[in-house]
């Protein structure tokens, strides 16, 4: 048998059913090659080992140049399928709809309007943050129960030495760097996603949008941020909201208070429309001197207020929808019907 005839048979397979009458040929149960093995017994013993070494060699070579024709042969059938299967994937553009913002997206931009009408800067700062910043820097000490107020998201420890990081619960968390960053007199707002490790359910979820004000001057008091509040309020709400103020306890504010908002609820299939219950809408104070101090500030010089609302609530009574969820859970006949 001739090793460079079958090789050069080898080299004129194109495809699977060629390839498969030369395996017949060659290397299958009558192949050729067999015959000659068999011819092996009737030599010498001399001979044997010569025949036996230079038939292996032969086998060897050609299964070899097989199993790469057979892997050349498998890939151009894949290739020559990949052509046929071609989809178009491109758009009709007729079917493409007109899109709108999130609704989460499109309050947080009114917000950041309204905010620059009044003259606030807007810092994002960081989703990631040191836990002195989301904690001590706004007077809740690291040994403090108060660091339970938030079910926080750590992040894994790096080193011993290391501040550790965790996800802000609040973006009263950069406050410290903005002091430092824009000094005082302050007007700023933080708008941003948070973390908290809480149930989700119709009006919490794990990450939530959240806008935090802050204002620092000489002189600030509670009958400013009435003011500032009821302006903000009604010109992100468009419709009427029975709110209410009650005092409430935060370790950064003396006083503390918390306002609760209840708002028509409007049912998308029938338009008609229902009360809520009460929702805590944003949480406020006016700054703690303990905090003031902590920033460098002197509390006898300066005073400020500070909230934060959520944004997802407040989209929730801007636009009547009773589950915030409904924002995120990409359901196209809800956002369809805005
Ligand atoms: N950071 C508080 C929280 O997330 C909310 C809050 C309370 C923000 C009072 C404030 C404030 O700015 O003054 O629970």
């Given at each position: 048998m001739d090793l460079q005839q079958a090789l050069s048979e080898l080299n004129l397979v194109k495809d699977k059913s060629n390839l498969e009458s030369f395996f017949q040929k060659y290397?299958?149960?009558?192949?050729l090659l067999n015959e000659e093995f068999s011819?092996?017994?009737?030599?010498s013993i001399e001979e044997k080992k010569v025949l036996w070494a230079k038939l292996s060699e032969i086998k060897n070579k050609l299964s070899e140049e097989y199993s790469q024709k057979e892997a050349e042969i498998s890939i151009m059938e894949i290739n020559e399928q990949l052509k046929k299967d071609?989809?178009?994937?491109?758009?009709?553009p007729k079917k493409y709809e007109w899109w709108h913002f999130n609704l989460l997206a499109k309050t947080r931009r009114d917000l950041e309007k309204i905010a620059s009408n009044m003259w606030f800067i807007i810092d994002y700062g960081h989703e990631v943050v040191t836990k002195y910043e989301n904690f001590a820097s706004v007077n809740?000490?690291?040994?403090?129960?108060?660091?339970?107020?938030h079910d926080t998201i750590y992040l894994q420890?790096?080193?011993?030495d290391w501040e550790n990081f965790v996800f802000?619960?609040?973006?009263?968390?950069h406050q410290v760097q903005d002091i430092q960053k824009y000094w005082v007199p302050l007007k700023l707002v933080s708008p941003g996603r948070c973390y908290r490790f809480d149930d989700m359910d119709a009006t919490h979820d794990v990450m939530f949008q959240y806008i935090e004000w802050i204002y620092i001057d000489k002189n600030v008091s509670i009958a400013h941020f009435k003011n500032y509040i009821s302006t903000l309020l009604s010109a992100i709400i468009w419709r009427t909201v029975e709110t209410r103020i009650r005092p409430c306890h935060f370790p950064?504010?003396?006083?503390g208070f918390e306002i609760d908002a209840r708002y028509e609820i409007i049912?998308?299939?029938?338009?008609e429309t229902s009360k809520s219950k009460r929702i805590e809408l944003l949480w406020a104070g006016m700054i703690h001197p303990n905090v003031l101090k902590e920033w460098w500030v002197d509390p006898e010089q300066r005073s400020g207020f500070a909230f934060g609302i959520g944004i997802s609530r407040l989209a929730a009574i801007r636009y009547g929808?009773?589950?915030?969820?409904y924002f995120t859970n990409g359901d196209l006949r809800f956002i369809k019907s805005f």
């Open positions: 290397l299958g149960k009558k192949w011819k092996i017994k009737d030599a071609i989809v178009d994937i491109s758009v009709n809740i000490p690291l040994s403090h129960p108060a660091t339970e107020m420890e790096q080193s011993p802000r619960t609040h973006n009263s968390a950064f504010v003396e006083p049912d998308p299939k029938t338009w929808i009773k589950d915030i969820r």
